[in-house]
C-alpha cells in the first residue's frame, strides 16, 4: 500500500492536521492533501493527478450531510469517498454506504481504529464500526436517499445552494450559467424529490439525514 494519495475534506484545521501527520506516520509514501470546503475538494479532485481516496466531513461549509457525499460520488464516479464524521447515527451510516461511501468512520474513534479503517478502505474492501445494529426498518430518509442519487451532479449542486438559501440569481452567478438553466435544474429537482416547491425540496433534503419509519404503505 505504497504510493497512494488522499483528500482530507474538514473544515477543521486542528482535525486535519492531526489525522494528517497520524496517517503520514503509518502508511509509507501516503500524499495527503487537504481541502477546507467543497469548491476546494472539487478542484483538487478535478486535478490529473490520481487520487486514492477522500475522507470526508458531513457537516462543513458547502456540504450539508448526505447531498455532499451523494455529489462527488455523482461528479467524481472513480474515485472512492469514506466519511469521517462526528455522526454516529446507524440509519446515517447505513445510508451513506447505500450512497456509495467506501467507509464511515467515527471521529471518536481511537486514532489506531481511524487508521486501520483507512487502511482496509485503502485496500479496497468497505470499513464500517464493528458495532454497526442491524436493520431492516425502511424510513422516509431511504426512500429520499433513493430519490438523491437520481440528481445529477449539477442537480445536486444547485439543491446544496437551495439549502444555503441562495436564490436562482446568486446559484446562476457561483455556477456561471443562466438563470434559465437554473430555474431547469430545479423543476427536475423537484420532480426528482416528489416535492412542490422549493422549500419542500429542502427539507426533503434534511429529511434524508434524519431517522423518520414511512407508514405502511407504499411510497409514491
Same mark, same amino acid.
Given at each position: 500500500?505504497? $504510493?497512494?494519495?488522499?483528500?482530507?475534506?474538514?473544515?477543521?484545521?486542528?482535525?486535519?492536521?492531526?489525522?494528517?501527520?497520524?496517517?503520514?506516520?503509518?502508511?509509507?509514501?501516503?500524499?495527503?492533501?487537504?481541502?477546507?470546503?467543497?469548491?476546494?475538494?472539487?478542484?483538487?479532485?478535478?486535478?490529473?493527478?490520481?487520487?486514492?481516496?477522500?475522507?470526508?466531513?458531513?457537516?462543513?461549509? $458547502?456540504?450539508?450531510?448526505?447531498?455532499?457525499?451523494?455529489?462527488?460520488?455523482?461528479?467524481?464516479?472513480?474515485?472512492?469517498?469514506?466519511?469521517?464524521?462526528?455522526?454516529?447515527?446507524?440509519?446515517?451510516?447505513?445510508? &451513506?454506504?447505500?450512497?456509495?461511501?467506501?467507509?464511515?468512520?467515527?471521529?471518536?474513534?481511537?486514532?489506531?481504529?481511524?487508521?486501520?479503517?483507512?487502511?482496509?478502505?485503502?485496500?479496497?474492501?468497505?470499513?464500517?464500526?464493528?458495532?454497526?445494529?442491524?436493520?431492516?426498518?425502511?424510513?422516509?430518509?431511504?426512500?429520499?436517499?433513493?430519490?438523491? &442519487?437520481?440528481?445529477?451532479?449539477?442537480?445536486?449542486?444547485?439543491?446544496?445552494?437551495?439549502?444555503? $438559501?441562495?436564490?436562482?440569481?446568486?446559484?446562476?452567478?457561483?455556477?456561471?450559467?443562466?438563470?434559465?438553466?437554473?430555474? &431547469?435544474?430545479?423543476?427536475?429537482?423537484?420532480?426528482?424529490?416528489?416535492?412542490?416547491?422549493?422549500?419542500?425540496?429542502?427539507?426533503?433534503? &434534511?429529511?434524508?439525514?434524519?431517522?423518520?419509519?414511512?407508514?405502511?404503505?407504499?411510497? $409514491?
Amino acid at each position: 500500500m505504497t $504510493g497512494q494519495r488522499i483528500v482530507i475534506v474538514d473544515d477543521h484545521p486542528l482535525f486535519r492536521d492531526a489525522l494528517k501527520h497520524s496517517l503520514a506516520a503509518t502508511i509509507p509514501d501516503l500524499a495527503i492533501d487537504e481541502a477546507g470546503n467543497l469548491d476546494a475538494a472539487v478542484k483538487l479532485l478535478g486535478s490529473a493527478e490520481a487520487i486514492d481516496l477522500v475522507l470526508l466531513d458531513l457537516k462543513m461549509p $458547502g456540504v450539508q450531510g448526505l447531498s455532499g457525499l451523494a455529489f462527488l460520488r455523482a461528479q467524481f464516479p472513480a474515485i472512492p469517498v469514506a466519511i469521517v464524521s462526528a455522526s454516529e447515527e446507524p440509519h446515517l451510516i447505513r445510508r &451513506a454506504i447505500d450512497l456509495g461511501a467506501s467507509g464511515y468512520i467515527p471521529k471518536s474513534s481511537a486514532i489506531d481504529e481511524i487508521k486501520a479503517a483507512i487502511s482496509v478502505i485503502l485496500s479496497g474492501d468497505i470499513w464500517t464500526p464493528p458495532d454497526l445494529p442491524a436493520s431492516t426498518v425502511v424510513t422516509e430518509g431511504d426512500d429520499l436517499a433513493r430519490r438523491l &442519487a437520481t440528481l445529477t451532479p449539477q442537480q445536486l449542486r444547485v439543491l446544496m445552494m437551495l439549502r444555503e $438559501g441562495l436564490l436562482n440569481k446568486q446559484i446562476a452567478y457561483e455556477l456561471d450559467v443562466s438563470e434559465a438553466t437554473v430555474k &431547469a435544474h430545479v423543476s427536475a429537482i423537484l420532480q426528482k424529490l416528489n416535492v412542490d416547491s422549493r422549500t419542500q425540496a429542502v427539507i426533503a433534503a &434534511a429529511r434524508i439525514d434524519e431517522e423518520t419509519p414511512l407508514p405502511d404503505v407504499k411510497s $409514491g
